[in-house]
């Protein structure tokens, strides 16, 4: 088994990745973890009953955005050989909510305990992406959840922008969210990826991120932008006809995130989740009746949206039209990086019509955002 520093070495080398020293001092503490995992399971006891796996100490890897955490967990994940799933941790949460209701229909009295024991069945490892609390919901049900996941020998890798004790920060009833904390603080490695690198900014740093007309060299481009900032393979990158119909629908390609956003009682589908880039066509988040908090929940999600073919706009198309302002509001006031491919330049998008005189701000604003820096401090 080639360990993880020569698989990271060897890319280094090739220039696929820039070596950096506090990405490579994580490297040991992965390799510990696969290790372990990777060790003989203990043997069967009295009657023939399976033992629980040995309980594998995980990775609590926190740090500014575009350090390479999530790229360090991939690079990790992909080299482990147990039952194992990488999931963001937002579309996590809702799928035990999800799970909980499913429950508490088949009047189930514990609905997190299912939910739970066929997490336990099915995976030995569990990579979370983005671990963040915001939810009194999810905090009641979170701590509960990774006790059961930690006493059956599931192991934990898990990302985050913030240290463990600024998890749920402020939240509501706090104090019943802190033993959680104290929790991950010691069945997980806390380690700080302090990289003084913005990998993620680097890679749009000077790069164009406006392109019109949205025509198939456009979606090139924008193919080999996503393919950086997530790390997937080109020939999944490149969607074919059928597959963008797909995501128009809020359905992703096969092996690929998606998420969907709850908002007050809506959905908000982002087609297309990794690393916290999201790739959506205009019509996903303007073609749909969503409103200010809905595009604020998205700004507050993603760092880099991608939106697609943004068509000329006008009186028909209006309620899209008004929808695209406010969203590119919610992106601007959040400093979320956007990547756009349109039908024109912004100047030239909303030529006539109601709502023309108007627009000219938001015109301004995506000419901002293509500004070299732009975005770099939020």
């Known amino acids: ?151 059956a020998g599931v192991a934990v890798v898990t990302t985050s922008n913030r240290h463990p004790d600024e998890l749920y920060k402020d939240g509501l009833n706090r104090a019943l969210f802190l033993p959680f904390i104290e929790m991950i603080k010691d069945r997980l490695t806390v380690w700080e990826l302090a990289s003084p690198t913005d990998y993620r900014q680097d890679r749009l740093e000077g790069a164009q991120v406006y392109f019109h007309p949205a025509d198939a060299a456009a979606r090139a481009a924008v193919d080999d932008l996503w393919h950086d900032m997530t790390h997937t393979p080109r020939a999944r990158a490149r969607a074919t006809e059928a597959q963008q119909k797909m995501q128009q629908r809020g359905v992703g390609l096969p092996g690929e995130d998606g998420l969907v956003l709850k908002v007050k009682g809506r959905e908000v589908r982002l087609a297309r989740f990794r690393n916290g880039v999201a790739r959506v066509s205009f019509w996903d988040l303007c073609g749909v009746p969503l409103g200010p908090a809905d595009y604020l929940a998205v700004a507050d999600a993603v760092r880099v949206l991608i939106l697609e073919d943004v068509p000329r706009l006008g009186i028909s198309n209006f309620n899209e039209a008004k929808r695209f302002v406010t969203l590119v509001d919610a992106l601007y006031e959040a400093g979320t990086r956007l990547v756009v491919t349109a039908a024109d330049a912004p100047e030239r998008l909303y030529l006539e019509g109601t709502g023309a005189f108007e627009f000219e701000r938001t015109a301004s604003r995506l000419r901002e955002m293509q500004s070299e820096g732009w975005g770099a401090d939020g």
């Open 1 to 151: 088994m080639v360990e993880l520093k020569y698989i990271y070495a060897t890319r280094a080398s090739e220039g696929t990745i820039k070596a950096d020293p506090a990405q490579e001092a994580v490297l040991p503490e992965l390799e510990r973890i696969r290790q372990d995992l990777a060790a003989p399971p203990p043997k069967r006891g009295l009657f023939g009953r399976a033992p629980r796996p040995a309980p594998v100490k995980g990775l609590y890897l926190w740090g500014g955005v575009g350090r390479g955490k999530s790229y360090l967990m991939d690079l990790f994940v992909t080299h482990v050989s147990v039952p194992k799933r990488r999931v963001h941790f937002h579309a996590f949460m809702q799928e035990i909510h999800a799970g909980m209701t499913e429950a508490r229909k088949r009047g189930v009295d514990d609905a997190l305990a299912p939910v739970a024991d066929k997490l336990v069945q099915e995976v030995r490892l569990l990579a979370f992406d983005e671990m963040q609390i915001t939810d009194i919901t999810d905090a009641m049900i979170v701590g509960r959840l990774f006790e059961r996941l930690f006493d």
